[in-house]
DNA sequence: GAGAAATTGTTTGGGACCAGAACAAATTGG
DNA sequence: CCAATTTGTTCTGGTCCCAAACAATTTCTC
């Protein structure tokens, strides 16, 4: 099972109208967002940044270390006169949250502190034999549970899960994930049972959604407010940050880009229809050829298709990841020339394309990244014990 | 000249924090926007609906009156036992805001108040030779002036401007808008020069996304999230609303979908590409045919562009305006079809197919709301004297 | 038709929270 | 060593909302 993440309290009555503890939320929320984003900073820098007032400051900081969320060490090196400030940090142990990755043939799950702190790290085989659903959630929830005895004595604040499939992110129910070779999975719940933590929130997300989240915080879309993430591999899937704020679509289904219409004489896909973006500009086609060198023309497919997005969605940035970013160097000449022939020039102007920053862990971070922003949104519930 | 929406305040130092006095604004922001969209309620109902206790709606409700953004008049029809509610309206004079549409031969414009309702409206051709852009916008400005004399004494909140072409939003710049035979032009700047009030805020906005707005605020897409507004005419455009807020991109240039390749073997299009979604399914091949009949090829186009942004995007509904308005009941079988051929299952599930429900007002009411969500937001600032 | 029950407006008291002023502390520069 | 500067700390005041108590008004029941 798993709870609605970002959306505010899953079943409250409707609470629209704010209260003053509203407000004090939100300070809170402010205040240890920043740190986590940004990283730490004085008392006088937070006051500055969020216009809180410098007694205010004094207090919010102070609630949030009492409540292990932060910590105040040492002043700041100021250049000036002046009384220094204390510079306040994040405490990672403060929120730990687990995060996993379902590739074809590993598993890799992580434990990320708050701040975006890797605690802790492990790879698994799966075999090439394919396996059931819970079996391998089964090997998964195993890691997890080591993982957190390891950095966490076993509490933490959530579980986030990226699957290479449509996710309906209400409950975490997977209707396909073709790599994996699933259909109609509940990997929300079966992973819920399988952790036997019934009350820590088990969230599943498709893993270019999760990309493109981890890109925006802690990658190479940092500052940008509106990003596109193509992850390339055995299907292409893009993750959208639109507005500042991850695009999920009515079911959580947005960003399923793979079955664009490329190429008008293209190849037949697996989907029954022809010249789809992923048939044309995915992982076999574009490493097929012998040598290691890439085929220019599949090259070409991908800019015409993230031309078409850069058309639709106006991005700041547009990251290529997954089996696209360690060859970016190679792509970026064709990948460029396909934009221009299908992108707007104004939008294309705006749009720059970028390797991934952070690699295969581009999705560990966003999965993290998604299990926290609930602690982050409302630093007053206290999660476990 | 132009004030960025939506975005808070435009040049305000960074004010993450909040006070108790956010709160206050929050509230009244809160039960303004309600009436606004739902339209008259009784007080306990808006308490109700809020989570707001009786003795503060009393207050904010004061207020409101007080500022003439509402009035309280009679008692709601209830059944049942207990003390009667008096039943709170927006006053639609409490606000007023001019709305504009720039058609290739027509202009019109509207007078909007709070709750969306229309005070006034006028139409005027523009003649078939192409004037100077500065000769259109001066006709506009005096229609709108005519018009704000007549229903609000001139003092108007602000002007809401639609245009068939690509605007950056944060100064109402008009790069292209190949209908009008426009290329470069400041709309936004120009049009505040004309009216003659430096003080009013004139927001220029894409024809396409102010219909989403429209249809998503007052017409077939209330209640709806994640919608997406066909516009068809001589050009396809797409207006976005995502997450329940408009989705613009980086610099507004959001939803240029009408060059998004469909059709593999298609014809050329002005851009100088192939097989562009417009010239495919654009009010000329769709409407080309004798007879007032449909091409029924170009019905399954607009499908097949459906489709993709279907995929892409997962919305709630898909409104079709423009010219696909009022033949929506020929088209319809065929555009399924077209998406059908597209969506994934999932997706398509999810997305209804429907006509707009405003027509040609779709737009102005997206202009006027595009112009009131600032005094919604903000109930408290004076506009005007 | 009178009284009970139910619902809501009104008034009052209290608590949570933040800002600003005044003062204290710590650093830099002359 | 002293002035200037910056920031932490303490205290006071003001805003705003909620809860409780009471009053008002309607419906329902006998």
Redo the contacts with the bound molecule.
Sequence with gaps: MSSSPGSGSPAAPARL????????????ATLLERLHRRGPA???????GT????????????ELVARGLASEEG??A?????????VVSVRPEGAVVLAAELGVDSITVAAVGLGGTLLGEAQEDVGRARRTPEATLGQVARALRSLAEQVAHGTVAGVGVAVPGLVRRSDGFVHLAPNLGWRDVAVGALLADQMGQPTTPVLVANEADLGALGEHRRGAGQGHDNLVFVSGGVGIGAGLILGGRPMLGSAGYAGEAGHMLVNPSGRPCSCGKVGCWETEAGEATLLGGAGGTIDPAAARWIGVGVGNLVNLLNPDVVVLGGCYGPIFDQLVPHVTQGVASRALGQSRAVAQIVPSALGPAAQLHGAAELCLAETLANP?VRRRG
């Excluded at 109208?17 to 809170?28: D, P």
């Excluded at 004085?42 to 500055?48: C, F, I, K, N, V």
């Excluded at 216009?51 to 102070?62: E, F, H, K, N, Y």
């Design positions: 109208g704010a209260t003053t503890s509203a407000v004090r939320q939100h300070n809170l004085s008392r006088s820098e937070l006051g500055a216009g809180i007032s410098r007694s205010t400051v004094a207090d919010l900081v102070q002043n700041a100021r250049s000036g006169p002046g009384r220094p400030s204390p007053t």
